[in-house]
């Protein structure tokens, strides 16, 4: 049976890239030796490494425009910690619209003041805030693009004076937008990008050298910068991987093809949800993610029988997350809207069947 998967972690990728990147782990380039054991040094492996920091930059279009690219290891979890590791030499101002925040937040504590600007903890997440100010004294501002527990996602970002940063790591590479207004992008690739395992990091280096602090050379972007990504073993299948998809998505029309399937889906599956007298939306409407529709049952009694419906018809991965209940819809570059369509054609079914 075809499998439907709306896992919101480690997620759907491609077929494609499913094919090559198998075939790699037998034989990688017709080197008679596996991806998974070739050196990092080696010029087979560095060139997977420039072309994935190359296409990262292409696609994002910040070629030529003072930005390098990263693949580093630890998640975005880490990422919380190194951003302010090197950016945060007093103040930073933070935007809190959920888990991620909130851990973002709380690593940014340790190395100096910390002004949450505004945060949607007063509703549990499922909103975003507007019409918030950012103080014009702090070393930078960060925001969390996508969240994927809560089902919100920003389609705006504020203007400000003050270096933008920005966790993308559930919505990277899935729609057009001016990236150049940011400073620093981080996303984990388990989502749009590649497997567990690897991060990108889309860095301005003139934001770099600012604080007073000595920074251990494996939390220093500099570091990393100096070495193209290689001061230490990276996580040579992940970044791979990446790379065949971040191929995938350049030859399949870029980030306007990757935003035109994603809104189809996400419109597709919000009308049933507005439709359906039986199910409900968690997030506000206009902060709707494209990426992660989360619902619930209006009537509980009834989850029994929806959970059997789309258990049987090879739906993976539809449970939400606990801290919202019912159900989560992560639907990334790579999922066909026939899958959602399945999902839709389920919650009409139960309607039929009540």
């Known amino acids: 049976m075809k499998k439907h ?7 759907i990728l491609p077929q494609e890239v499913f094919q090559e990147a198998s075939q790699a782990i037998l034989d990688f380039n017709n080197s008679g030796l596996s991806i998974l054991e070739i050196s990092h040094r080696s010029a087979d492996f560095v060139s997977v ?3 994935a920091q190359s296409l990262a930059l292409d696609l994002l279009g910040l ?11 630890g998640g975005a979890s880490t990422q919380f910690l190194m951003v302010a590791y090197n950016l945060l030499n007093k103040k930073a101002a933070y935007l809190n619209t959920g888990t991620w925040s909130s851990k973002a937040i709380k690593e940014a504590k340790l190395f100096g003041e910390v ?3 505004a945060s949607s903890k007063d509703k549990n997440f499922n909103y975003i805030p507007k019409s918030y100010s950012i103080p014009e004294d702090v070393d930078y501002f960060h925001c969390t693009s996508n969240n994927t527990i809560f089902g919100t996602q920003m389609k705006e970002f504020p203007p400000t004076s003050r270096p933008l940063i ?3 790591s559930s919505d990277i590479f899935s729609r057009e937008m001016d990236f150049s207004k940011f400073d620093l992008i981080y996303a984990g690739a388990q989502k749009n990008m590649g497997p567990a395992g690897t991060t990108l990091v889309v860095i301005k280096e003139d934001i770099l050298g600012k604080v007073s602090r000595e920074i251990p050379s494996m939390m220093n972007y500099k570091t990393h910068l100096d070495k193209e990504s290689m001061f230490n073993t990276p ?12 191929r995938w998505i350049k030859s399949n029309g870029g980030l306007a093809a990757m935003e035109k399937r994603n ?12 439709r359906n007298p039986l199910f409900k939306g968690f997030a506000a409407k206009e902060d709707r993610s494209a990426m992660n529709a989360t619902f619930n049952l209006v009537d509980e009694s009834h989850k029994e029988t929806f959970d059997k419906l789309w258990k049987d018809s090879g739906v993976n991965g539809l449970n939400g997350h606990r801290s919202v209940g019912g159900y989560r819809a992560s639907m990334y570059n790579a999922l066909p809207l026939e899958s959602v369509q399945v999902v839709v054609d389920l919650m009409k079914d139960l309607e039929e069947r009540i």
């Open 5 to 11: 998967n709306f896992s919101a972690g480690p997620c």
């Open 49 to 51: 490494m420039d072309e």
């Open 63 to 73: 070629k030529n425009k003072g930005y390098k690219a990263l693949f580093l290891q």
């Open 115 to 117: 002004v949450e600007v």
């Open 166 to 168: 920005c966790d993308m």
């Open 235 to 246: 996580a040579v299948y992940a970044v791979y991987v990446s790379m065949l998809t971040l």
């Open 263 to 274: 809104q189809e889906k996400a419109d597709l599956l919000y009308a049933e949800i507005d």
